[in-house]
């Protein structure tokens, strides 16, 4: 067997080195090098709009539960913040005799309804995902407890070659 691979291995090097050898010689021809303004030059720089938007552009990152409920507060902070001004733009309009008792009364009131009802509506919606998160927090730690002490946790590393398991 030894045999069969020495010769195999000289005659792979004979058939390298009778190519090697059959390869005609290279002159040293010295070739002179473009000068760089001329490679400069053809490669200048424009502006084009297509591009600089491409790289302008910033995809928007997906928000997470904490945004979310973050924006949800915010929203209903807003309602409250809007409702006191329309207030106050009602009470000055009837104040300076634009529209009547009554009539001011009336928008109060609407604007009241429909403020109390979107500022309910951001309420559910804060309340059912701050549920939603905490019941996620509960069950994430449950299923850290419920790995046992004396069990073992054997994960290949991603670089480790398929083979290697």
Same mark, same amino acid.
């Given at each position: 067997? =030894?045999?069969? /691979?020495?010769?195999?291995?000289?005659?792979?090097?004979?058939?390298?080195?009778? #190519? +090697?050898?059959?390869?005609? =010689? =290279?002159?040293?021809? /010295?070739?002179?090098?473009?000068? !760089?303004?001329?490679?400069?030059? @053809?490669?200048?720089?424009?502006?084009?709009?297509?591009?600089?938007?491409? #790289?302008?552009?910033?995809?928007?990152?997906?928000?997470?539960?904490? $945004?979310?409920? =973050? #924006?949800?507060?915010?929203?209903?902070?807003?309602? +409250? $913040?809007?409702?006191?001004?329309?207030?106050?733009? %009602?009470?000055?309009?009837?104040? +300076?005799? /634009?529209?009547?008792?009554?009539?001011?009364?009336?928008? !109060?009131?609407?604007?009241?309804? %429909?403020?109390?009802?979107?500022?309910?509506? !951001?309420?559910?919606?804060? $309340?059912?995902?701050?549920?939603?998160?905490?019941?996620?927090?509960?069950?994430?730690?449950?299923?850290?407890?419920?790995?046992?002490?004396?069990?073992?946790?054997?994960?290949?590393?991603?670089?480790?070659?398929? @083979? #290697?398991?």
């Amino acid at each position: 067997m =030894k045999v069969r /691979q020495i010769t195999l291995v000289i005659v792979t090097l004979g058939t390298l080195w009778h #190519s +090697a050898v059959g390869q005609p =010689k =290279k002159s040293k021809i /010295q070739v002179d090098a473009p000068a !760089l303004d001329i490679i400069l030059v @053809g490669g200048s720089m424009q502006s084009d709009p297509v591009i600089s938007d491409l #790289s302008a552009f910033r995809p928007e990152m997906p928000l997470g539960p904490s $945004d979310v409920l =973050k #924006s949800y507060e915010i929203g209903m902070s807003l309602v +409250a $913040d809007k409702t006191a001004n329309d207030f106050a733009v %009602i009470v000055h309009t009837q104040q +300076a005799n /634009q529209i009547t008792r009554e009539r001011a009364e009336y928008l !109060l009131q609407q604007r009241y309804q %429909i403020a109390m009802m979107q500022y309910q509506v !951001l309420s559910s919606l804060h $309340d059912v995902l701050k549920h939603d998160i905490d019941e996620a927090i509960v069950q994430s730690k449950r299923s850290l407890n419920t790995a046992g002490s004396d069990e073992v946790l054997m994960v290949p590393l991603p670089i480790s070659p398929p @083979g #290697s398991r």
